[in-house]
């Protein structure tokens, strides 16, 4: 059963940090990229950051690049991101997604999402 579980969303002053977590179980942790996407109310979800499976690429959405980080500990079957100068706008349910190829199928997996706060 494939699960991943989002934690470490909360309420944050502008200006300041959170990292958040996502672990994951039952599938091939080294085969997934993970993703990290948010949805602000009456917003469509949107890309956040990326972090591949093979060669450790990552790339940021252009309203995050330099504040935000997304890493990944592959023993832990865990991924993170780090948000910095955290801004109101970037108040949203943050989820966590793993993408891989399961046999010849490409799976796409969701979280249960954690709900970030940034109050002006």
């Known amino acids: 059963q494939v699960q991943l579980v989002e934690s470490g969303g909360g309420l944050v002053q502008s200006g300041g940090s959170l990292r958040l977590s996502c672990i994951a179980s039952g599938f091939t942790f080294n085969s997934a990229a993970m993703r990290w996407y948010r949805q602000a109310p009456g917003k469509e979800r949107e890309l956040v950051a990326v972090?591949?499976?093979?060669?450790?690429?990552?790339s940021y959405a252009d309203s995050v690049k330099g504040r935000f980080t997304i890493s990944r500990d592959n023993a832990k079957k865990t991924v993170y991101l780090q948000m910095g100068s955290l801004q109101p706008e970037d108040t949203a349910v943050y989820y966590c997604?793993?993408?891989?190829?399961?046999?010849?199928?490409?799976?796409?997996?969701w979280g249960q999402g954690t709900q970030v706060t940034v109050s002006s």
């Open positions: 972090f591949t499976a093979a060669g450790g690429i990552t």
């Open positions: 997604n793993a993408l891989l190829f399961v046999d010849t199928t490409l799976r796409n997996y």
